[in-house]
């Protein structure tokens, strides 16, 4: 049974890991998601991941309305990270994930999960 926890370590913070998801990431999207992502060595606690999430001021002024759909976003991903866990002998190597929102208005969470379930299953393919 998959553990649907997000632990501090899962939490991408780096400045310098997100500045290099923005100069050499490999990206696609999923309406309302966009994932940025890019392979690297070696993360902390040997998570097989860490991500975060954006969420545009332009489009959303005003800071609950970015606060709630970051939430959604980050429980979309806690429920279906499972599918990113490496299945494969040898793992593939980790990943640092950012995943902007880039819908103009706010969706309801079912839109966002499915879209999320959609992205995380084509992450789990890479490679």
């Keep these: 049974m998959p553990a649907f926890t997000f632990r501090p370590n899962e939490r991408l913070k ?5 500045g290099n998801l923005f100069k050499t990431g490999n990206s696609f999207g999923m309406y309302p998601l966009r994932a940025v992502w890019i392979e690297v060595e070696q993360l902390p606690g040997n998570c097989p991941f860490q991500m975060t999430v954006s969420v545009p001021k332009k489009r959303f002024p005003k800071a609950a309305d970015r606060n709630r759909i970051r939430r959604q976003v980050r ?14 002998t040898p793992p593939p190597k980790p990943i640092a994930l950012m995943i902007l929102y880039t819908a103009t208005e706010q969706l309801p969470y079912s839109a966002i999960e499915e879209a999320m379930i959609r992205l995380v299953k084509k992450l789990g393919r890479r490679g």
């Design 14 to 18: 780096s400045r310098k890991t997100i």
């Design 75 to 88: 429980e979309a991903f806690r429920l279906n990270k499972h599918r990113l866990q490496p299945t494969q």
